[in-house]
């Protein structure tokens, strides 16, 4: 008799990583799994709804991954819309900074720490959209964080002094926040392997234009109609995006089942056997949990430091070229647009080539092995990529250290802004690869990290300024980024090890 029978009734666990292959004597049965995705799809009948309950949608029993293509770009148009929404209402008001210090009369300092507030709790509360999401779908709290901070950015609007502003900018940062990470969970859920580098870049622009594009329309609008109408744009655009979810973006969730599965030999099949699970309240910092993993820790440190140092120069670019370069806002604005150009260009390139990579290598893989995330990763490309963007730190620093006409500047930050996001794309995509189950989870972890030190940038740009000059503080920051950026080879070296942690970390 053929070794590999499986003697009747016995129970095969489904490992995250591989679906699980049961041999008979004359054929291999194998437990039904996604093209790409770890867990086993779980699916429940379509309830009928009633006329008045038109904002949900019912379980379906389709694979999202099977979704036509139209269906999956108009997801990723709404989720990458969304994910713009938290970078372009932390800096819209970026030209405006000025005017809003004297028409509060405050400090230039407490005006930073609206901005930077906004980028802290962009940080953390993404946490626990995350862990809500990958226990119970998508959809229902995206409603909920929209709804919170259109509210929010209302009384931003309204605010009579400084602290009122401060409070309500945290408020509307916690709804914002929410598409932080469960949008990369959402593109998970529709999205194969082969074919997520291109749809994180889409993705990606959001966090990384919305920093250009804010001020480009902050400083016309503070322009034309004051500092507050920058906000009263901000609840709109909230407005328009929840609309958009409420009629169009499906329940892209699946519940996974953590099951066991029995092999009947007689009847030639595979069956599912549930487990009990007792009802839990889901704790918003279990996601913290992958961060005890290396190649993850060490990746969303070099993707923090990267958005770090993207931030402190834009928050910078605002106060240098109101009073070094004495611009208006309405000026300031459209000199963002070099760095909003730059990122669409680089994160554009960044995916094709992230997909590239993959593919190659995966085409590469001898019969009988299996491929891995690190895959993605190339070490040239990060190599050449990070060493360039210190050339570019260092000359953009120099450049306004030395009162070198403003052009050359909008020049260095096509280039910062473009090399930022290749390795963004690839680190991104890499990370959900890793954690197909978690995306969301993982993500809020990367998001953690990215928003920690914006934050950091945007509150003590002014200070560091101060201190050390524009030249030596983007001199320091291009070598910080390519000592963070070393530790990407020893992540590219071990696949096999980060394999084991995680099967570890399930355990």
Known sequence: M???ITPPHEKLCIDDDAAPTV???????SAPAPKDDDDDVATKAAVPKKWWQFWKTEPSDVDPHSYPRSKKSLILFIIATAGSMAPISSTVYYPALVNVQRDLNTTDTAVNASVSLFVFLTAIFPLMWATWSDKNGRRNIYLLSFAITVVGTVCCAVSVNIAMLIVFRGVSAVGASSVQSMGAGTLSDIFDSHERGRAYAWYVLGPIMGPAIGPIIGGYLTEAFGWRSTFWFAACLGLGIWLLILLFLPETFRPHEKANTVVDEEEGRVEPVKKKHKVRFPNPLSAL???RLWNVSLAVLFLGILFGVYYLMN????WVFANQYHLDSGIIGVCYLPSAIGGMIGGNIGGRLSDYVYNTNVKNVKSGEETKPEMRLSIPILSVVTVLLLGMLVGYGWCVQKNVHYSAAMVFCFFVSGLIMLPH???????????RSKGASVTACNNLSRYIFAGVGSLTSSDLMRALGMGPLFTG??????LLGAPMIYVKMYPEKWHQQRKQLKV
């Open 477 to 482: 920051s291009g070598v910080l980024i390519v």
């Open 289 to 291: 949990r992958l961060m």
């Open 315 to 318: 928050t910078s670019f605002a």
């Open 2 to 4: 053929n070794s590999n």
């Open 425 to 435: 794309v690839t680190l991104t995509t890499y990370l959900v690869d890793s954690h």
């Open 23 to 29: 041999h008979s004597a004359d054929k291999e049965l």
